[in-house]
């Protein structure tokens, strides 16, 4: 599907994220990108574009900005069934609102939410997605969100999720919401041995992840540790997101959430954690120096009012930071490039005005992403990287009387939806339009299944 050479030309300009942290690379004016099958393979301008013998195709991106695909590191594609409940509630009386009603699901459901937000992602510019998945009711399981990401084209990160830890044992969840421990851990080992590939341009790869202190127990905590290390895959839960959190931890394990983590073997460089609200700098020093990932999830940590997360100081201490997009029903969205400007927003809400550029968001939604996720093949536009890349046309209302900075434009200006994105080489938006299902009908399927659930 993907062989032969693609040409993308003509771009009015090319922002290719291939700089360090602080200091962005020079963009592209007037640039060319040479795809073959799924890798790309030479970029410069148009003026250098070497002859290639009889391409695929050749794609005019006149008047387009092109930035590296963006990278969700934290989310729950099946909350889009009840996105806009629970709206004046606060993280724990939220979840104990929504179990009930996310223990309504099947195999069915989980498919089309997740096809539902996966194509609300690319749209907003996401072109590699992990999604964290914690219920199985009625029969679901993670192959059902698998085979949504592999008919849409997005490239994925399934994490196995998991609750073990109901009320009557002191968790938050019905106990009817959890699994049996045992079960958990096979059905993870499972997936890994289906679906997980570790090679480079990788289009899924599986995590365990047990889903908070709240709702698993430590034993699973290390027993998730042993197994991901065993297979080499990597270890994700919410960490840090709430003040009522910690003082479970401190209640329940007498520690504060990332000592707790430690205690269980779930720090290092195969570890991310959701949210990091509630990190203090001793912490984070902790973290960078063991080389775990955050992901930072703005919308949601504002609608639960829980708090801001410290992204400028994890930056600054050297710490992966990554972008999330979170669950639906906490943001109540899916947006990758309004989800960048959120965090552009409220950093400068915590730290001023020159304390997080334009450049900053872009950066944790590209190549911090990638790093949280261990991946050194996305993230930048340059040979050698996955042919992963969006392209939003400057010729717009929103844009307009800011074509000076076109970079600064896709976030500072209201959040837009993409014109073109590429993933593994494969097109999957013209001209606005996802390519590869009919959004239309998974809408009305999708609001069937919601309706159903809600009543
Ligand atoms: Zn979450």
Redesign the pocket.
């Known amino acids: 599907m993907n062989a032969g050479t693609t040409i993308l030309a003509d771009i009015h300009t090319l922002v290719p994220m291939t700089g360090q942290r602080t200091q962005p690379a020079a963009p592209l004016h007037d640039a060319a990108i040479i795809v073959q099958g799924c890798e790309i393979t030479w970029v410069g301008t148009m003026a250098q574009l070497p002859d290639v013998d009889t391409p695929r195709e050749r794609i005019s991106l006149r008047n387009h900005i092109v930035l590296p695909g963006l990278v969700n590191t934290?989310h729950?594609l099946y909350q889009t069934l009840t996105r806009a409940i629970a709206q004046d509630s606060e993280l724990f009386d939220w979840l104990k609102t929504l179990y009930p009603l996310w223990m309504k699901m099947d195999p069915d459901a989980v498919y089309v939410s997740a096809l539902t937000g996966m194509a609300e992602l690319i749209l907003s510019g996401c072109t590699t997605a992990s999604d964290?998945l914690y219920l199985y009711p009625n029969g679901s399981r993670i192959d059902d969100e698998i085979r949504a990401a592999q008919e849409i084209g997005l490239r994925f990160h399934a994490t196995r999720g998991s609750m073990s830890l109901g009320e009557s044992e002191g968790g938050l969840p019905p106990d009817k919401a959890t699994e049996d421990e045992g079960v958990i851990l096979r059905d993870t080992q499972r997936a890994i041995e289906v679906y997980h590939d570790s090679r480079r341009y990788a289009m899924l790869r599986i995590a365990a992840a047990p889903c908070s202190p709240f709702s698993v127990t430590a034993d699973l905590m290390r027993e998730s540790a042993a197994l991901a290390r065993h297979y080499g895959v990597m270890l994700h839960t919410?960490l840090a997101e709430t003040r009522d959190e910690e003082a479970f931890c401190v209640a329940t394990f007498g520690k504060r959430p990332l000592d707790y983590a430690e205690s269980v073997n779930w720090v290092g460089k195969d570890v991310w954690y959701?949210h990091g609200v509630h990190f203090r700098g001793p912490d984070i020093d902790r973290m960078a120096a063991q080389g775990c990932g955050i992901a930072h999830c703005p919308s949601s940590n504002m609608r639960l009012a829980s708090g801001i997360a410290p992204v400028r100081l994890m930056l600054d201490r050297g710490l992966n930071v990554g972008l999330g997009v979170?669950?639906s029903a906490s943001n109540d969205s899916s947006h990758m490039l309004g989800e960048a400007r959120q965090a552009l927003l409220l950093q400068r809400i915590q730290n001023g005005a020159s304390r997080f550029s334009a450049y900053d968001a872009l950066w944790i939604a590209t190549r911090g992403g990638a790093a949280v996720l261990g991946r050194d093949d996305i993230g930048r536009i340059a040979p050698g990287f996955a042919a992963d890349m969006i392209a939003v046309d400057l010729n717009r209302l929103e844009y307009a009387g800011a074509l000076h900075d076109p970079m600064a434009a896709m976030v500072l200006c209201a959040p837009q939806g993409v014109d073109f994105s590429m993933v593994n080489g494969r097109i999957l938006v013209r001209n606005a339009v996802l390519q590869t299902i009919d959004i239309a009908r998974i809408i009305e399927r999708h609001n069937a299944v919601s309706q159903a659930i809600l009543h």
Request: net charge negative; hydrophobic share 15%.
């Open positions: 934290h729950h964290h919410h959701a979170d669950g």
